[in-house]
């Protein structure tokens, strides 16, 4: 079946430490994005991503960064600068001429 | 894109119809009023999308009135398992950008 895989699904990383949350997609989506929640809160975007090699920062870029050498992948950074890294952290795709978009399960990092 | 409002939280009975309110005053002729939902520690799910019609598919219908300025999704018999988080979005079709959510509406179906 085709869908958004993002792995591992629950992250713990020491305060300092750089961590890379994966994302993969065999959707043949064009465009991919990452996507930040807070306990009771909607989404806020971080980075998206609309062809191979291009990249552009959404809302709430600083302490992330992302890398879009493959159309099915989009690993996500999240920095030792981020200063509240813990958080759920969603994924999607979507393909040019269609707004829908599908997500996937989420990664929960939690940083201590 | 247009801005949305919507109640936090709603409680609907377990096989009765769920109905949410989406307020989208400042919405312009060439946005669409999409919906989705996010069920407890999960990535949101499309579930539908309209701009002047109602509209209907195997999920929900979408309600949206004449002058768009509001829109009501509406669960048919709701199950346990439609308890989630339902955001609705309203921006133009196909605009090469991203999908904004705000806090949505809360719905608890109970038994």
């Known amino acids: 079946d085709g869908g958004i895989t993002q792995s591992p699904k629950y992250l713990f990383r020491k305060e300092g430490q750089n961590v890379t949350l994966s994302c993969e997609q065999n959707?043949?989506?064009?465009?991919m994005y990452w996507y930040r929640q807070d306990p009771g809160q909607g989404l806020r975007l971080i980075y998206y991503s609309q062809i191979v090699n291009d990249f552009q920062k959404g809302d709430i870029a600083e302490g992330y960064s992302v890398s879009r050498e493959k159309k099915e992948s989009f690993p996500l950074t999240v920095t030792s600068a981020q200063k509240n890294p813990t958080a759920f952290y969603l994924c999607?795709?979507?393909?040019?001429?269609?707004?829908?978009?599908?997500f996937g399960s989420g990664t929960r990092l939690t940083v201590v | 894109d247009a801005k949305t409002t919507q109640p936090p939280s709603m409680d609907c009975a377990e096989g009765r119809a769920a109905n949410l309110p989406c307020n989208h005053s400042?919405?312009?002729?060439?946005?669409?009023v999409y919906w989705y939902r996010q069920i407890h520690s999960q990535g949101p799910q499309y579930i539908i999308h309209?701009?002047?019609n109602n509209e209907t598919n195997e999920m929900a219908s979408l309600i949206i009135t004449e002058d768009r300025k509001s829109s009501t999704l509406i669960l048919p018999h709701a199950t346990l398992r439609d308890t989630a988080v339902y955001y609705c979005?309203?921006?133009?079709?196909?605009?090469?950008?991203?999908?904004?959510f705000g806090g949505g509406t809360r719905l608890m179906v109970k038994p």
């Open positions: 400042t919405i312009s002729g060439n946005e669409y």
């Open positions: 309209g701009l002047k």
């Open positions: 979005i309203v921006r133009a079709y196909n605009a090469g950008n991203m999908l904004t």
């Open positions: 959707l043949n989506h064009d465009a």
């Open positions: 999607a795709s979507s393909q040019q001429g269609w707004d829908g978009y599908t």
